[in-house]
DNA sequence: ATATATTTTTAGATTAGTCTAAAATTTACT
DNA sequence: AGTAAATTTTAGACTAATCTAAAAATATAT
């Protein structure tokens, strides 16, 4: 069985292990435990114990297989509570993920199995992200970076990759919403900020920053 | 704030209460909560420092308003998700405890309003218990115990006192199910026991322990 | 009413997860 | 390669919740 602390901890290792192929750091983990590098530690000598991470000192971590699988599981679990929480209950996507951090933990194989069901077995979350399946096969949506698109081509917003209130608010401020039809303008090679055609109304401007976090797909021209 | 055990120590402390107008025991509580009664001891001098109960030693404990509130809360978490669990995942009645435990503890006003409106605001939760509004008012249902009736009477089949998956099942087995209706054909001077008729087919016996965990509501004779 | 039994509390220890401060190791820079 | 800087680990301590064993208080029974 896995604590409530160490789920977190595996999670949080996931997510680290897929910008890298490198052993991820005591301090990264620290950083997003928002903990201290010493509790890292201690924690991972335990997780190690356990055989859910491999784990050598001073020489950072790695999730073994079986780690790899709990952390799919949370993961499916706080991706299908969010599901959930803006289809059927109504909320808005900027204000799931802190109720999603606590759900994600309720330990039931077959409460799981029937949420998924109860969803209609969605491939992604509202912020665009792959949901696990109940194997813990990730999804493979295709999904690009506003950032990676060319001049005038017509793409539709599927999702985010970064997901702080602070961003999802300046999104919805600027119409950019989930499933709206989007035409890139322009691209300004000094600082690849963009000029976008949102819906058939607007136009408007965005800088690179944001455009790498604007997750898309080509729409099929036919 | 309060903590997942101490949510769970006044929950169990609140259920206690009501069966009694004294105060509760150490030892009834540790019975509750699986715990020594030295860990029930502790607990109760630090749920007095957070005047969540009224406690001196060797005298029993009680909850205050703050407390019973908080109980109220957790209580009406419970019961809202186990209509959920039922009512829209399609789980069994006997199957839905455990998976309550561990969702009764998530914290979030918001959500809970959200679920009681999404579940169209009932009244009781599959066991027939009366859900708490979100002011802690338990609503007043006027079910009574099978064993209250007379004969001849016709009543529905509203809920249960007693919460036992063996208990559940056997009245699952005899084919009392939530909305059957009964009368009631004999009843036996010596035991209490009962010779009832379900819908219009079986006639069947009932000990007086059962009789009194199976919550009804007469028929109104118009 | 006094001894006995029961209940409850105290004292001291344990486990999970965390912390700070100091020591050890690795990395980075001339 | 040698030293400074950064990172990581160790050592020792804290809190919440639990335990066992012993002491204290209350209840019971003759």
Redesign the interface.
């Known amino acids: 069985m896995t604590s409530f602390t160490e789920e977190n901890y595996l999670k949080i290792i996931y997510k680290l292990s897929a910008e890298t192929d490198n052993e991820i750091s005591t301090n990264a983990v620290a950083e997003l435990t928002q903990t201290k590098a010493a509790s890292v530690t201690d924690m991972l000598r335990k997780l190690s114990e356990k055989q859910l991470v491999s784990y050598q000192k001073y020489q950072g971590v790695r999730l073994t297989e079986k780690g790899e699988k709990v952390a799919l599981m949370v993961i499916r679990k706080h991706r299908l509570w969010e599901v959930f929480?803006v289809n059927?209950?109504?909320?808005n996507w900027d204000?799931v993920h802190?109720?999603a951090e606590?759900?994600e933990h309720?330990?039931?194989d077959?409460?799981v199995q029937?949420?998924d069901e109860?969803l209609g077995f969605p491939q992604c979350d509202p912020h665009g992200d792959p949901i696990p399946n109940r194997h813990g096969l990730m999804p493979e949506l295709g999904y690009k970076n506003l950032s990676e698109i060319t001049v005038n081509q017509q793409v539709v917003m599927m999702g985010v990759a970064q997901h702080s209130t602070n961003f999802l608010q300046y999104l919805a401020k600027i119409g950019l919403n989930l499933g709206a039809k989007i035409k890139i303008i322009e691209i300004n090679d000094f600082d690849k900020s963009l000029t976008i055609k949102i819906g058939v109304k607007k136009e408007c401007f965005l800088s690179n920053e944001v455009a790498k976090n604007v997750l898309v797909k080509a729409i099929k021209m036919d």
Chains 1, 2 share one sequence.
Do not use: A, M
């Open positions: 929480l059927k209950l109504g909320f204000e802190e109720i606590e759900l309720i330990n039931s077959e409460l029937r949420l109860f």
